[in-house]
């Protein structure tokens, strides 16, 4: 399992389909669509189907191998 963290610099969140792009975890927007339409993605825990899920301070995403902590 590979342990990833997100910085938000500032920001108050970042959408969960936008996640997956910055991180490289997909190749394009519409891969995203398709992998959280899926159900392949879980936010602190939960299987998340919302494409742009607001993730804050303190929420983990796990995504295939990755568990992604967002930080400040």
Do not use: C, P, W, Y
């Not at 969140?13 to 995203?32: D, F, P, R, W």
């Not at 398709?34 to 804050?56: C, F, H, M, P, S």
Request: glycine fraction near 12%; hydrophobic fraction near 40%; aromatic fraction near 2%.
């Amino acid at each position: 399992m590979n342990k990833l963290t997100f910085q938000l610099d500032g920001q108050d969140h970042i959408q969960l389909n936008n996640l997956l792009k910055v991180l490289h975890l997909v190749g394009t927007g519409g891969e995203a669509h398709i992998r959280i339409d899926n159900g392949e993605v879980r936010v602190n825990g939960a299987v998340e189907t919302q494409r742009r899920k607001k993730l804050r301070v303190g929420d983990e995403v796990i995504f295939g191998k990755n568990t992604i902590s967002i930080v400040e």
